[in-house]
């Protein structure tokens, strides 16, 4: 059984946020001071995900990413995600953090059954590391990845959002950590998602990227990876690891977009920038089973065809990733 989209497109991958809460203010993912906290009873519990993810996953859905906010932050998420890793029909279980609490949880985690981490990582500088996130300590994920490594965990995909005059200057700094740890890097264009003043400012386009790392290293594009999501994905010739660019403003990818995200407050989303959006928390907590499914089944076939992202931001509503479940 398969979730099939109005495009002929086979949806089957849920980006599952399971708090707003972050430990982190990053300049491009939310305010300096915040996003307003919700009350106990806005927030999903976990049977509400459980019960969210079962019903996804039985209409097709294999792969889902918990994220957050900082998804470490939340009480409990390990027993959670050790529930959600048993689910039957689950075939891969990954988790987005920013890997400040991930030393002390990533032996927990690899025993919870989560098979990969996604880490957020915008600077191996300490100064342009604080800045970006307002006050976050790098070395603490660098410790986080090495305890990963430790608890058998496979080598992580590192997330970097480039911005021009910030880090770009640490792009090859970046290819360079993924030949040494034998990980993915993945350079991901600056979005417009809060329409900041000035944004184009520090707007590096993918193929700049590409050609600043093709000067120093050789690479080879890797096609039909699984999991590769909206990555051009390359590997080095000469080396372990490799590198993906992931360019949501200058190259869209909606034709092969095979993803919902449902935030922590029960909202499903079936693109970050388009408006249509399913209100789950009242099917869940006063619905029946069958009414998720049809539900999820006509969320999913009203899904767009392309819905497009400019640089100029001009064609979505402003919003924090954060509470989005980037």
């Given at each position: 059984?398969?979730?099939?989209?109005?495009?002929?497109?086979?949806?089957?991958?849920?980006?599952?946020?399971?708090?707003?809460?972050?430990?982190?203010?990053?300049?491009?993912?939310?305010?300096?001071?915040?996003?307003?906290?919700?009350?106990h009873?806005?927030?999903?519990?976990?049977?509400?995900?459980?019960?969210?993810?079962?019903i996804?996953?039985?209409?097709?859905?294999?792969?889902?990413?918990?994220?957050?906010?900082?998804?470490?932050?939340?009480?409990?998420?390990?027993?959670?995600?050790?529930?959600?890793?048993?689910?039957?029909?689950?075939?891969?279980?990954?988790?987005?953090?920013?890997?400040i609490?991930l030393?002390?949880?990533?032996?927990?985690?690899?025993?919870?059954?989560?098979?990969?981490?996604?880490?957020?990582?915008?600077?191996?500088?300490?100064?342009?590391?604080?800045?970006?996130?307002?006050?976050?300590?790098?070395?603490?994920?660098?410790?986080?990845?090495d305890?990963?490594?430790?608890?058998?965990?496979?080598?992580?995909?590192?997330?970097?959002?480039?911005?021009?005059?910030?880090?770009?200057?640490?792009?090859l700094?970046?290819?360079?950590?993924?030949?040494?740890?034998?990980?993915?890097?993945?350079?991901?264009?600056?979005?417009?998602?809060?329409r900041?003043?000035?944004?184009?400012?520090?707007?590096?386009?993918?193929?700049?990227?590409?050609?600043r790392?093709?000067?120093?290293?050789?690479?080879?594009?890797?096609?039909?990876?699984?999991?590769?999501?909206?990555?051009?994905?390359?590997?080095?010739?000469?080396?372990?690891?490799?590198?993906?660019?992931?360019?949501?403003?200058?190259?869209?990818?909606?034709?092969?977009?095979?993803?919902?995200?449902?935030?922590?407050?029960?909202?499903?989303?079936?693109?970050?920038?388009?408006?249509?959006?399913?209100?789950?928390?009242?099917?869940?907590?006063?619905?029946?089973?069958?009414?998720?499914?049809?539900?999820?089944?006509?969320?999913?076939?009203?899904?767009?065809?392309?819905?497009?992202?400019?640089?100029?931001?001009?064609?979505?509503?402003?919003?924090?990733?954060?509470?989005?479940?980037?």
């Amino acid at each position: 059984m398969k979730l099939i989209d109005a495009h002929g497109r086979a949806i089957s991958y849920l980006r599952l946020s399971v708090t707003d809460r972050c430990n982190l203010r990053c300049s491009y993912c939310m305010p300096a001071d915040g996003v307003a906290k919700a009350s106990h009873d806005d927030i999903l519990r976990f049977e509400e995900l459980l019960q969210i993810t079962e019903i996804a996953v039985s209409l097709g859905i294999e792969k889902v990413r918990v994220t957050g906010g900082e998804p470490l932050v939340r009480r409990g998420v390990v027993p959670f995600l050790a529930r959600m890793s048993a689910i039957p029909g689950l075939n891969f279980l990954v988790l987005t953090t920013n890997g400040i609490l991930l030393e002390g949880l990533a032996a927990d985690l690899a025993a919870a059954g989560v098979q990969r981490l996604n880490v957020s990582l915008d600077s191996l500088r300490p100064e342009t590391f604080s800045a970006i996130t307002r006050g976050g300590d790098v070395t603490a994920v660098l410790r986080g990845l090495d305890a990963a490594e430790r608890a058998g965990l496979p080598p992580p995909k590192l997330n970097v959002v480039v911005m021009k005059g910030v880090n770009d200057d640490e792009i090859l700094d970046f290819t360079a950590l993924a030949r040494e740890r034998g990980c993915t890097v993945r350079f991901i264009e600056y979005m417009p998602t809060s329409r900041a003043e000035g944004w184009q400012n520090h707007f590096v386009p993918g193929e700049e990227i590409y050609r600043r790392i093709t000067a120093r290293y050789d690479l080879e594009p890797i096609t039909g990876g699984q999991g590769a999501g909206p990555a051009r994905l390359y590997r080095f010739t000469d080396a372990p690891g490799g590198i993906g660019i992931i360019s949501a403003v200058s190259g869209h990818f909606c034709a092969s977009c095979n993803r919902i995200r449902v935030t922590a407050r029960g909202v499903a989303r079936s693109c970050l920038f388009a408006d249509n959006a399913l209100d789950l928390k009242p099917l869940l907590r006063e619905g029946t089973r069958s009414d998720v499914e049809a539900a999820l089944r006509s969320f999913v076939r009203a899904k767009p065809g392309h819905h497009l992202m400019t640089p100029d931001g001009a064609h979505h509503k402003p919003f924090a990733m954060s509470g989005i479940g980037g």
